[in-house]
């Protein structure tokens, strides 16, 4: 009886002691985050018209997710539209969950309408500003939302606490059907139409038509600092951001913090996130956030009007009647004002770059045209069709099976191995007077195969075929350093020296320039198969991508995890 009575005495000892111990636990433990996507077909109005249009839960912009660094995420998405459909996590590193990454027919068949899929992965080692998106045709055009990370609980940002935090996310607007619009382009090979407006937090502002009343307004209490989250959710256009009034600190840029600097203007490419400070300081009032295009590609159509939302002062001291200043824009065309804005990213500390390089690469990027099918009429160039391209290789999606399920279960026949290292022909990239027989790329799936652990350094080319431009390069699976940009032909005997090996920033998305070129670096330590693309979605829709296929490395953790029961079938 004793020994029986000692043996519960001792049981209850341990079962206080243990939950004694859980609460001394720090509360950074991570979490598992449950979420329900229905992606499914809305009304509503704008620029005077009512449009039905694809959202997620009737939301435009979509909902926003906010986690911590650490947390797990399962996000269920139901399609409930008649469009096929994936969602992208656009900058999420996917450590070993490709399968969770969204590319349509790259790694996951599309969710098809009425089907589903649940998309899981955790954040590891990000904090800052990325977005989710539609990748499946021009969905993204209104299926779209932020994703903030914020540190573990215990950390902090590194810079003081904002009072209040905003996302906002600039978007392109079409009075159309945004799929009807991109259809059209591909029957006839022609340039698709311009957007109607650009918007901010779904609203195209006060100096639209019918847009006055429903214009974004942002609260801030005099001398307060708050943190912007700043979204470049466009499909086909790079855009300047100017504030009336007010200077920026930026703070970072693709979930990565940067060594901060001030500003008047910021410029984004489609897919780059920036997150800025500002401190409101100026007489309280009524400021204009404005946006408008930087359109580098010369002669080419783009949307040239502006969106703004309100910056205003919360005093209860502003006549109603107050109406916003507005900001004076860098002029549509100004390469150098975004050129100084992009080259001022700086890590916030010196950067241990692995090396040495084991995978030396040189991409061309850029336009190109293709003949127009015998009895067909073309709405390119002289009755010709549009075409984008890598290498001169122009990137088709496949259509039946994805490129990462076919790499699975060794199915031939989807995509071939033989994206090369270097373009087939040398000639001066940037030059006047390309020869014609340059201009006309092969279209293929090809893959370019990396060895887990590569040290892999890249340089972005970009070409003068059909015109110059800059193209906002998105790579998927992975975070890199930017080393270098700059204009004409990459030359390594001189243009080495100006790599930057010390505090080189870390993004997921770079701008090569207008006739110019970039350098990357990263590391492949994340097995799968990885789109790189140009993030202008008519030139993702033209060909201008590739992808990288990621060699398991030893052992279970340097392996991509099995495919999920749920992925959607081919």
């Known amino acids: 009886m004793e020994a029986s009575m000692t043996s519960s005495a001792t049981r209850s000892f341990f079962f206080v002691f243990i939950v004694f111990s859980l609460a001394l636990l720090p509360s950074s433990i991570a979490e598992v985050q449950h979420h329900d996507f229905v992606v499914q077909e809305t009304p509503v109005k704008r620029l005077c018209k009512s449009h039905k249009i694809i959202t997620v839960n009737g939301q435009f912009p979509g909902p926003a997710i906010e986690v911590r660094d650490g947390d797990t995420l399962a996000v269920r998405v139901v399609n409930r539209a008649r469009y096929n459909v994936t969602i992208h996590w656009h900058g999420i590193r996917q450590m070993r969950t490709a399968w969770a990454d969204g590319p349509e027919f790259v790694t996951q068949c599309p969710i098809r309408p009425g089907e589903s899929y649940t998309y899981r992965f955790t954040i590891q080692g990000q904090e800052g500003t990325l977005w989710w998106h539609a990748h499946s045709s021009w969905l993204r055009a209104t299926v779209y939302g932020a994703l903030i990370i914020r540190p ?134 009524r400021y204009y956030i404005a946006a408008h295009a930087y359109a580098s590609a010369q002669g080419a159509p783009f949307d040239n009007t502006t969106t703004t939302a309100v910056l205003e002062y919360d005093c209860g001291c502003l006549p109603g009647s107050a109406k916003p200043s507005l900001p004076t824009l860098p002029a549509f065309n100004d390469t150098a004002t975004a050129t100084s804005f992009v080259t001022k990213f700086r890590s916030p500390a010196p950067v241990k770059l692995s090396s040495p390089v084991t995978e030396q690469l040189f ?48 199915v031939s026949g989807v995509f071939t191995v033989d994206f090369p290292s270097n373009p ?31 040290v892999v350094e890249l340089v972005l080319q970009g070409t003068n075929i059909f015109t110059g431009e800059n193209h906002p390069i998105h790579l998927h699976g992975y975070d890199f350093y930017v080393l270098a940009q700059g204009f004409g032909n990459f030359n390594p005997a001189t243009d080495r020296a100006k790599f930057n090996l010390v505090d080189p920033p870390q993004r997921n998305t770079v701008g090569v320039p207008v006739k110019g070129w970039a350098v990357i670096r990263f590391v492949a330590d994340n097995p799968g198969v990885w789109l790189m693309h140009c993030h202008l979605d008519v030139h993702i829709t033209w060909g201008l991508a590739m992808a990288f296929l990621v060699e398991n490395g030893v052992g279970e953790l340097e392996s991509l995890e099995p495919p999920p029961a749920d992925l959607p079938a081919c």
């Open 424 to 454: 087939p022909v040398t000639f001066d990239y940037t030059g006047a007077n390309i020869s014609r027989a340059l201009w006309q790329p092969t279209r293929a799936t090809k893959v370019h195969r990396l060895k887990y652990g590569a």
């Open 363 to 410: 991409l061309t990027v850029g336009l190109g045209l293709l003949p127009c099918p015998r009895g067909k009429t073309c709405g390119g160039p002289n009755g010709t069709r549009f075409s984008a391209s890598m290498n001169n290789a122009s990137f088709v999606l496949p259509s039946t099976y994805s490129i990462l399920q076919a790499h699975q279960n060794s």
């Open 152 to 285: 573990k609980d215990g950390n902090s940002y590194p810079f003081a606490q904002p009072k209040r935090e905003y996302p906002v996310l600039l978007g392109e607007w079409w009075n159309k059907n945004p799929i009807d619009v991109v259809r059209q382009a591909t029957r006839t090979g022609g340039a698709p139409n311009v957007s109607d407006a650009f918007t901010v937090n779904g609203q195209p502002g006060d100096l639209y038509k019918c847009s006055s009343t429903s214009t974004t307004k942002l609260p801030v209490k005099p001398n307060e600092t708050i943190l912007l989250r700043f979204v470049n959710a466009a499909l086909n256009n790079e855009l300047f951001i100017s504030i009336a009034g007010h200077t920026m600190t930026v703070v970072g840029a693709d979930a990565s913090y940067t060594k901060s600097f001030t500003t008047s203007v910021l410029m984004l490419g489609p897919g780059q996130t920036t997150d800025v400070l500002l401190t409101a300081n100026q007489p309280p009032s």
